[in-house]
């Protein structure tokens, strides 16, 4: 039977040979995103060889008492729910376990997390940002590839010769895998930048035109302070219905973009059931596997949001700040343009930098439902009347880029975890 560790090394062989196929079909975006999540694997896979509970989240309970045989117990969560480290934790402990033999610093690899959390990346465009990045992944996977002494012909396949040559890969005629993904970026690029014109021809002239007769609406009633507080609220309220107006319409347009290459709507979750006789760990990985090519799909579709959201609310931002009169503010406060209103629904809310605008002050909301059960301590603990609290998280909204995730896998694709603690 396979090992936990060599299921690891197969994933992120299959990730790491996806990157090199989308850096063949000149999806730059999707090859750095690949190889992020395919690091991940080789370097769990690394810690994984040595125990198994080296991935775990320190404080996880569910996975220290799965690992162990005691997963059928009363009080132990299911596995689902395990939590597991994070890229950057997994690179620190696996350099300590590859003893000196991992090839590039914590300081090189950070470009490896920064682009797989905040995938659309407009320095793509200035430098050679992507093929960087690419590089250093490769190096990292080829490094966990010896450490494992895993055959080159299995890990790279049709790349064993040439992994280390992008410019060679690039080169090749591109064919199969990602098939579907293929031209994807270079349209979804081109639709960022129909867009973002809209924005700046159509929409940022009449916002100006609004925000420039702002001061005239004066009324000798009002005192000064008074007077200017109201006319920042109708300031901001022009600014966001425009922004909303047009980045609505681009993510509708990305949507239907997506569909058209087949990548929307995403294949259903598969469910895997969990036979008898199977250790909990056994069955982990086999969700794992089983769930990757619906998780690649997902992180694609979230590049392609990303991708549209930038662009259109840096090109409106850029137009638009010029044209506010002085004195209003020129970047957005401290506050952010906009204040997050909790929908009546969600019960856990949780704000954040939103991935999809780089505008500073720019937030977004991460929305769920929160369930109790059971804390299962022993003797004392902190948990009021016993009882844990757990937010679920279903639905990430920014009111900026109106970037909007209802999936779980395109949530995690964006760096969430999709239930957390509420009690800290
Ligand atoms: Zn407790
Ligand atoms: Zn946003």
């Known amino acids: 039977m396979m090992r936990e560790y060599e299921r690891f090394m197969g994933l992120a062989a299959e990730l790491m040979r996806a990157a090199l196929d989308s850096w063949r079909a000149g999806n730059r975006r999707f090859a750095v995103l690949h190889a992020g999540m395919g690091c991940e694997h080789a370097l769990k896979a690394v810690l994984c060889k040595v125990d198994p509970t080296f991935i775990s989240d320190r404080s996880d309970r569910a996975f220290k008492f799965h690992a162990h045989g005691f997963g059928d117990q009363p009080g132990v969560p299911p596995l689902i729910q395990g939590r597991t480290i994070g890229l950057a934790d997994s690179f620190k402990d696996a350099s300590v376990v590859m003893q000196g033999r991992m090839p590039v610093s914590l300081q090189d690899f950070n470009q490896v997390i920064d682009d797989r959390n905040g995938v659309a990346h407009s320095a793509y465009h200035v430098e050679d940002r992507a093929g960087k990045t690419l590089s250093v992944a490769i190096k990292v996977a080829e490094a966990t590839r010896k450490h494992l002494s895993v055959p080159s012909s299995d890990f790279w396949g049709d790349y064993e010769l040439v992994f280390g040559d992008l410019a060679q890969v690039a080169s090749l005629a591109a064919v199969g895998g990602g098939a579907a993904a293929s031209n994807m970026e270079e349209a979804a690029e081109t639709l960022a930048r129909t867009e973002a014109a809209y924005a700046v021809d159509a929409v940022v002239p009449v916002v100006t035109s609004i925000v420039s007769t702002l001061p005239r609406w004066g009324s000798m009633r009002r005192s000064k302070d008074h007077q200017r507080e109201i006319t920042e609220s109708v300031l901001r309220a022009s600014v966001c219905t425009a922004l909303s107006a047009v980045s609505r319409r681009a993510q509708q347009a990305a949507e239907a973009l997506l569909a058209e290459h087949g990548l929307l709507p995403l294949p259903p979750e598969p469910h895997v059931p969990w036979p008898r006789g199977l250790s909990g760990r056994a069955w982990l990985n086999e969700v794992i596997r089983v769930e990757q090519p619906r998780r690649t799909q997902a992180a694609n579709v979230l590049t392609v949001r990303l991708l549209v959201s930038r662009a259109v ?7 638009l700040r010029p044209n506010i009169p002085e004195g209003f503010d020129k970047t957005p406060t401290e506050r952010g343009w906009y204040i997050g209103v909790t929908q009546p629904s969600a019960e856990a809310e949780i704000v954040f930098d939103c991935p999809g605008c780089s505008t500073p002050g720019m937030t977004g909301e991460l929305q ?53 603690d509420w009690d800290e």
């Open 313 to 319: 609310t840096e090109a409106f931002f850029g137009a």
């Open 368 to 420: 769920g439902q929160l369930e109790f059960d059971d804390c299962g301590c022993a003797d004392y603990c902190s948990h009021p009347e016993r009882t844990r609290t757990t937010a679920r998280f279903e639905r990430l909204h920014c009111p900026a880029c109106s970037l909007t995730l209802t999936d779980p896998h395109e949530i995690e694709a964006a760096g969430f975890e999709l239930s957390m």
